[in-house]
């Protein structure tokens, strides 16, 4: 009886959920030329742009594929002094595609969501600054990857959430980011088991945001003037001051026997073997 009605409250959850935030989620008219994620090289600066804005730049194991070759790639370029992670369309990116999280087994879902934490370990070994440049929407997963970057700029337009538990899932493997970054571990608490979104003001203010920036020409102004301070200083020494600092991050995030991205990974498939969540899954396909 418990089972049941945690699954008819979890969809009528979900069908709430999809009709308030059905405009975030549906295909607009974009057309996407030069497949999902671009790679430019401008000098000093590289930037990867997620560049499917029809699907909202859903993160899918394709997508996670071209962020890490690219990751790799640059990684060598000792020529490279900051790296920007952007986006074409109205956001960052939504998620993953929760059509594709239909009727999975496990050996599925730990891949998936492994795939993304493996980025985000790969964004801070990256020997020079990433900067998440965020004009629009940065949602579930999306948001785990824009507070997996060492800096969060975005426009006032943008906005982030971590709304997993309205579909069913919970933000586990999202929480780490997002933890690790907000200055209000009761915020943090609240975002999570709401699913409320918050403006980039607000995302500032909780410390998941370094800068606001009114427009996109805004936007590029406010990063240029940080690219032009890593010009300036050592590279080797820069690369060298990011190892300690995310070392000693580790060192106080660290505990038991378990790192805490297995634990989230581990949790997060758990939850989508779960009706609740299944049913998320294919109330929001029938919605598309």
Same mark, same amino acid.
């Given at each position: ?134 004009? /629009? ?30 579909? /069913? ?60 301070k890593m010009k300036r200083y050592s ?36 939850n989508a073997m ?15």
């Open positions: 009886n418990n089972l049941i009605m945690r699954v008819v409250y979890s969809r009528r959850l979900a069908s709430v959920w999809i009709k308030n935030h059905k405009k975030y989620y549906s295909s607009v008219n974009h057309k996407v030329e030069g497949g999902p994620v671009l790679l430019e090289l401008n000098s000093s600066v590289a930037r990867i742009t997620l560049n499917n804005p029809a699907k909202r730049n859903l993160l899918t194991a394709d997508v996670l594929d071209q962020i890490s070759t690219n990751l790799n790639q640059l990684s060598t370029n000792n020529d490279i002094r900051v790296l920007l992670i952007s986006n074409k369309g109205p956001a960052l990116s939504s998620g993953h595609d929760l059509k594709d999280m239909i009727q999975k087994d496990q050996s599925y879902f730990h891949t998936l969501f492994s795939h993304l934490t493996h980025v985000g370990s790969q964004i801070q070994k990256f020997p020079v600054p990433v900067i998440a440049q965020i004009n /629009g929407m940065a949602f579930a997963a999306g948001c785990q990857l824009a507070l997996s970057c060492d800096m969060v700029y975005a426009t006032q337009k943008s906005s982030f959430a971590v709304p997993g538990i309205k579909l /069913g899932l919970f933000c586990h493997t999202p929480s780490v980011a997002l933890l690790n970054s907000i200055n209000s571990t009761k915020k943090g608490f609240e975002l999570l088991f709401s699913g409320d979104s918050v403006t980039a003001e607000e995302a500032e203010e909780l410390g998941l945001v370094n800068k606001v920036a009114k427009d996109e020409e805004d936007l590029e102004r406010i990063t240029n003037e940080f690219v032009e590279r080797s020494v820069v690369k060298l001051g990011k190892e300690s600092f995310y070392q000693q991050l580790e060192l106080k995030r660290k505990g038991g026997s378990k790192d805490v991205n297995d634990l989230m990974q581990d949790f997060m498939v758990r779960m009706k609740e969540a299944q049913y998320g899954f294919e109330s929001f396909a029938k919605k598309q």
